[in-house]
């Protein structure tokens, strides 16, 4: 490790010891960015990369609530409000019971570098709790997320801080907390993003994310006047993310041949098609079930606590969790043939594993660029309530395609080696810093 990156982790580490993603997080970061600021003085005279690894503010609250035996339950909130040089805070929030400070502050630190590569007016944050949504009734889910709002509210606000969805936070559980919200503050305002459709929600946001990072993968491929058309493709996770990365793929020719969850992965040899999509929806969406039901329907191979990373594809989408895909993965995917990886997830792939895709050159697209579409369609939305007006889905979508193709251009341009091997992780790094950085230093220090 050059001596500079090393000086820079070791004191990030003396701080932050005992979160090992943040850290993870930040270094991935800082080995572009150092010797990017080497050559670029006035962000190390700034101390740009020393400022933007500390959090402007974080918040941490109880969460009490009743369960429907009318027991007391406690779980932990936070807020992890990280750079608003550019924007409102503007991030996901998560409820998952790894929920920790690490986990939000690696989270909150890469939606930073994101935000500002969509090319939209967004700063970064992400906020979540250690509750486990697994099992829980309709109606916990409301007493939870009223509870959640109850003391979220102080901090947030559509000029202050806007969060949205992230892993178990979706359609449902937004309306129950900006139901709350709006009843505190008696006003109605794009406070949350990731609405009802009906009720200040923008068309597309649901599908974004997914849509988003095939567009990405799309515009890899186009540079080598190649295109997804007929590619065999692996998908980890069965949530938003990888439900719209299949019903995209589907939609430009690909054959999706697996999809997985905490439990295990299914292998449809027949590839998914979209009324097998149609099914997935419905079971992870309405019947909340396990993806085991997939294989049990449609006779297929479903390998339990297994990850897809053993079959043979030309395209992997990472899509459920962060270090989901570790060194020995990378090496047989890379053995077995796949020329290209594109992160749905945040951080799914380890650095150890990253560093074999980019030694074997393959594409490697990081989440902080591949899966900005989901985020920059939340900017699209905080647009629309701002107009109090709502576009028609092929606007939105012809947007979201434009923000991807500007991200991808950004990526190549900071990210193009002397041999012409393009570092996407590189690329997106300096790409998304540049802006955040001229915008702290303009600002003073604050
Ligand atoms: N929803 C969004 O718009 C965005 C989400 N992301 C990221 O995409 C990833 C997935 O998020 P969503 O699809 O929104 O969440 P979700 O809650 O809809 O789905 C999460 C999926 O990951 C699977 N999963 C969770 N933990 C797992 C584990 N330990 N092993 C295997 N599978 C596991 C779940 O079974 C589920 O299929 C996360 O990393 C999230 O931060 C990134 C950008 C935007
Ligand atoms: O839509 C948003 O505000 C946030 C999406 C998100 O959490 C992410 O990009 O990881």
Redesign the pocket.
């Known amino acids: 490790m050059n001596n500079l990156i090393k000086e820079f982790m070791d004191k990030l580490e003396l701080r932050n010891a005992h979160e090992p993603e943040f850290l993870q997080a930040v270094f991935e970061v800082a080995e572009s960015i150092i010797p990017f600021s080497e050559e670029n003085q006035k962000y190390k005279i700034h101390k740009i990369l020393e400022r933007i690894a500390e959090p402007e503010r974080v918040i941490i609250f109880r969460v009490p609530w009743l369960n429907d035996k009318g027991e007391v339950e406690v779980n932990r909130g936070f807020r992890v409000q990280m750079n608003s040089a550019i924007g409102p805070y503007k991030g996901?929030l998560?409820f998952h019971p790894s929920v920790n400070l690490s986990v939000l502050k690696f989270?909150a630190f890469e939606q930073v570098f994101k935000n500002s590569l969509t090319g939209l007016p967004m700063g970064g944050g992400k906020g979540g709790a250690d509750f486990d949504p697994k099992g829980k009734s309709d109606h916990e889910i409301m007493k939870f997320c009223q509870s959640f709002m109850t003391e979220l509210y102080k901090y947030v606000g559509a000029d202050m801080d806007v969060p949205a969805?992230?892993?178990?936070v979706?359609a449902r559980e937004i309306g129950y907390l900006f139901g709350q919200y709006k009843r505190i503050r008696g006003e109605f305002t794009g406070v949350l993003t990731g609405k009802g459709p009906e009720w200040g929600g923008s068309l597309i946001r649901p599908e974004?994310?997914g849509y988003g990072v095939v567009y990405f993968v799309e515009e890899m491929l186009k540079l080598r006047g190649d295109s997804l058309k007929g590619k065999n493709v692996i998908i980890?996770?069965?949530?938003?993310?990888?439900q719209y990365t299949v019903e995209k793929c589907i939609e430009v020719g690909a054959k999706v041949l697996t999809i997985?969850?905490?439990d295990g992965y299914i292998y449809d040899r027949a590839g998914i098609d979209k009324e097998k999509l149609a099914f997935i929806m419905d079971l992870?969406n309405n019947r909340r079930g396990r993806i085991k039901e997939y294989a049990d329907k449609f006779n297929c191979e479903f390998f339990a606590g297994q990850k897809p990373w053993s079959v043979k594809c030309d395209i992997a989408f990472p899509?459920?969790?962060?270090n989901?895909l570790d060194e020995a993965d990378a090496v047989l995917l890379t053995e077995n043939g796949c020329f290209c990886v594109a992160e749905?997830?945040?951080m799914?792939t380890t650095p150890a594993a990253i560093h074999v895709f980019e030694k074997a050159k393959i594409l490697y697209a990081p989440?902080k660029a591949a899966?900005a579409g989901?985020?920059a369609v939340s900017g699209l939305e905080m647009s629309q309530n701002s107009l109090r007006y709502s576009w028609g889905r092929e606007k939105i979508d012809i947007k979201l395609k434009l923000i991807i193709e500007q991200i991808h251009l950004a990526c190549v341009k900071y990210g193009k080696e002397p041999d012409g091997y393009i570092n996407y992780g590189k690329g997106a790094n300096i790409a998304g810093f540049v802006k955040v950085a001229d915008a702290m230093i303009a600002q003073g220090i604050v």
Request: negative net charge.
């Open positions: 996901g998560r989270l969805g992230d892993i178990g979706g974004a994310t980890s996770g069965s949530g938003n993310v990888a997985s969850d905490s992870k899509n459920a969790t962060q989901e749905g997830a945040n799914p989440g899966n989901g985020v």
